[in-house]
């Protein structure tokens, strides 16, 4: 299993940015994948993740409104748009593998790739 996130950068407040994650080795539409971050000296959170198969999608609600979590299966690919970055939005962002996810919560966080850090300036 191998997850390949992408994307991050330094960019100023109320900009966007986009991250991508791409997997293999396994079958894409059997799990969820779904972002988590963490900032310096917190702890790691559940930002967005998706389910392609039973179209479940939760979106943690400090983004809720600015984020947008997407996924191609054809290129076993999930995406996350991020506008209007806000400073505390600054963390390394990974991607990761779930057993499932809906809008209310998520679970079975089992492969971590590695992260991509994401700086918003003020």
């Known amino acids: 299993v191998q997850l390949q996130a992408s994307g991050g950068g330094l960019v100023q407040s109320g900009w966007s940015l986009r991250l991508s994650c791409v997997a293999s080795g396994f079958t894409f539409d059997d799990y969820a994948i779904g972002w988590f971050r963490q900032a310096p000296g917190k702890e790691r959170e559940g930002v967005s993740c998706?389910?392609?198969?039973?179209?479940?999608?939760y979106l943690t609600d400090s983004v809720k409104g600015r984020f947008t979590i997407s996924s191609d299966s054809a290129k076993s690919t999930v995406y996350l748009q991020m506008n209007l970055l806000r400073p505390e939005d600054t963390a390394v962002y990974y991607c990761?593998?779930?057993?499932?996810?809906?809008?209310?919560?998520?679970?079975?966080?089992?492969?971590w790739g590695k992260g991509t850090l994401v700086t918003v300036s003020s």
């Open positions: 998706i389910s392609s198969s039973v179209g479940g999608v």
């Open positions: 990761v593998r779930l057993l499932g996810c809906n809008s209310r919560l998520y679970y079975g966080m089992d492969y």
